[in-house]
T-cell receptor, first 117, second 115 residues
Framework: AQTVTQSQPEMSVQEAETVTLSCTYD???????LFWYKQPPSRQMILVIR??????QNATENRFSVNFQKAAKSFSLKISDSQLGDTAMYFC??????????????FGQGTRLTINP | ETGVTQSPTHLIKTRGQQVTLRCSSQSGHNTVSWYQQALGQGPQFIFQ???????GRGNFPPRFSGLQFPNYSSELNVNALELDDSALYLCASSSLLAGVTDTQYFGPGTRLTVL
């Protein structure tokens, strides 16, 4: 069974600063995806960034980038030039790339990020 | 491109009642997954539907059941509601091709309160 651990329950930074959220996971699968989702107070779970395990290059989406360390099973999210709208709960999630059975996301417990003006 | 939609937004029921939650998948997607998110927790997988059949289930009792329709929309039914069923219910759609799926996109959720 896969597990995802986010060790930072809460973080707070000033607007325009850079912040890094941590995530570690445990799996015996060799092929999988990793995701960061954002859940603002509106509750909608919004995809932030996606990483395919077989790709060594770290994914980047505008101000968001990841540091994917496959051997260490680590997947951190860096938010550069943070904005007030980045305030949300952030979830790290694991999706095994399997041929049969349910393709289910396994989520961490989340990190509550607050961007202060 | 139409995103994932869910209805209703909020729902209040009493213990022992039954509830049906609805989800319309994103256009082009053929798979729907349901998750339960208790307050302050990460979402937990309930089950997944593909081609109108259940394609896997999490650790939820049989009183949680579902359906998928030919247009790939889906329903989640919960019978004999318990207080612990109070949660945010999230629906996610994705494409399953050659047995393998990709990114799941979520709807806005249904907040269920059981009194």
């Amino acid at each position: 069974a896969q597990t995802v651990t986010q060790s930072q329950p809460e973080m707070s930074v000033q607007e325009a600063e850079t912040v890094t959220l941590s995530c570690t996971y445990d799996t015996s699968e060799s092929n999988y995806y990793l995701f960061w989702y954002k859940q603002p107070p509106s509750r909608q779970m919004i995809l932030v960034i996606r990483q395919e395990a077989y790709k060594q290059q770290n994914a980047t989406e505008n101000r968001f980038s990841v540091n994917f360390q496959k051997a260490a099973k680590s997947f951190s999210l860096k938010i550069s030039d943070s904005q007030l709208g980045d305030t949300a709960m952030y979830f790290c999630a694991f999706l095994p790339r399997i041929i049969q059975g349910a393709q289910k996301l396994v989520f961490g417990q989340g990190t509550r990020l607050t961007i202060n003006p | 491109e139409t995103g994932v939609t869910q209805s209703p937004t909020h729902l209040i029921k009493t213990r022992g009642q039954q509830v049906t939650l609805r989800c319309s998948s994103q256009s082009g997607h053929n798979t729907v997954s349901w998750y339960q998110q208790a307050l302050g927790q990460g979402p937990q997988f309930i089950f997944q539907y593909y081609r109108e059949e259940e394609n896997g289930r999490g650790n939820f009792p049989p009183r949680f059941s579902g359906l998928q329709f030919p247009n790939y929309s889906s329903e989640l039914n919960v019978n004999a509601l318990e207080l612990d069923d109070s949660a945010l219910y999230l629906c996610a759609s994705s494409s399953l091709l050659a047995g393998v799926t990709d990114t799941q996109y979520f709807g806005p959720g249904t907040r269920l309160t059981v009194l």
